[in-house]
């Protein structure tokens, strides 16, 4: 049985690889945040021992500048809440927004 992991990370300019260089750094962060979450709340701890993270879709699901952040944030809430990809689409920001 593999047991690997994935993380799927949503990105604007997915065809780009400068992206590649910040992989260890994301699943870091996200590893941080989930054992704070799973300390905190009653949410199971996920391992992140070998995951591989890759590009969900390579379409642009963001077309304004000011929203890049709360898409991040909303990936990093549903990966801690045990999902691999939002359902939000760009009209869900603005609601996301209030939320922070």
């Known amino acids: 049985m593999d047991l690997t992991h994935s993380l799927s990370i949503?990105?604007?300019l997915a065809e780009q690889t400068p992206w590649k260089n910040d992989i260890k750094d994301i699943i870091?962060?996200?590893l941080c945040l989930?054992?704070?979450t799973s300390k905190k709340y009653v949410?199971?701890?996920r391992d992140i021992g070998n995951w591989t993270a890759h590009p969900v879709q390579l379409?642009?699901?963001q077309t304004n500048s000011?929203?890049?952040g709360l898409w991040v944030l909303a990936q990093i809430a549903v990966v801690l809440q045990g999902y691999d990809t939002t359902?939000?689409?760009e009209k869900d920001m603005?609601?996301?927004r209030s939320y922070l």
Request: glycine residues 4%; aromatic residues 0%.
């Open 10 to 12: 949503i990105l604007r």
């Open 28 to 30: 870091k962060l996200i």
């Open 34 to 36: 989930s054992i704070i």
């Open 43 to 45: 949410i199971p701890h």
């Open 59 to 61: 379409t642009a699901t």
């Open 66 to 68: 000011s929203d890049c």
């Open 87 to 89: 359902g939000l689409q």
């Open 94 to 96: 603005a609601l996301s």
